[in-house]
């Protein structure tokens, strides 16, 4: 089955740094890669999405890049604020497009 | 409009009782999923249903586990009898097309 490995475990950074999560999968035929950012006492919330046919997508401050080849994919926080402190979970949808196979999650500090 | 609404938010129980979790997918969705995160661990997916249909349940993790969608609404999960490695959050979530989910606030179980 799919597996996904996520790097960092907790990252920390200066307010108005930029922040990149890595994420890595095993199943060739995922084609939908998600990003959820959940808050303390909250369930995770989708912030961006990108489809195995598209390279790159970006939203405001928040980006997302995909290498098919390398089976990888990163997500991109620009000019991050006090407020983006939260959990980050990437995640992957294997040859059944189903279900969600996880990473272990990045927990971002961004300091004031 | 509502969101996935999970309850209850919280559930502690003493080892061997039984506890059913409920959850209400955003009135539409054909897809309901149940997840879960286990402390420190990646959210890992349970089972799926189309409408009132066991899609795939190939996550459960044991018999003592039972999940039922009734109608194809509403979902309870029952665990019976509770034990102390079934502690974690556990997650809803639901969508109208495969892959793009909605998540519910979860429910943190606390098996003592």
């Known amino acids: 089955g799919e597996n996904v490995e996520q790097h960092p475990s907790t990252l920390s950074v200066q307010e108005g740094d930029s922040a990149v999560i890595k994420c890595t999968y095993s199943d060739s035929a995922s084609n939908y890669f998600p990003w959820y950012k959940q808050e303390l006492g909250k369930g995770p919330q989708l912030i961006i999405d990108i489809r195995s046919n598209v390279g790159e997508k970006k939203d405001q401050r928040i980006a997302v890049t995909l290498n098919k080849t390398a089976k990888h994919f990163s997500l991109h926080i620009t000019e991050t604020q006090p407020e983006d402190s939260a959990v980050y979970f990437c995640?992957?949808?294997?040859?059944?497009?189903?279900?969600?196979?996880f990473g272990k999650g990045t927990m971002l500090l961004v300091s004031p | 409009e509502a969101g996935v609404t999970q309850f209850p938010s919280h559930s502690v129980i003493e080892k061997g009782q039984t506890v059913t979790l409920r959850c209400d997918p955003i009135s539409g969705h054909d897809n309901l999923y149940w997840y879960r995160r286990v402390m420190g661990k990646e959210i890992k997916f349970l089972l799926h249903f189309v409408k009132e249909s066991k899609q795939d349940e190939s996550g459960m993790p044991n018999n003592r586990f039972l999940a039922e969608r009734t109608g194809g609404t509403y979902s309870t999960l029952k665990v019976q009898p509770a034990e102390l490695e079934d502690s974690g959050v556990y997650f809803c979530a639901s969508s109208p097309t495969q892959g793009e989910a909605f998540f519910g606030q979860g429910t943190r179980l606390t098996v003592v």
């Open positions: 995640a992957a949808t294997g040859s059944g497009y189903s279900t969600l196979t």
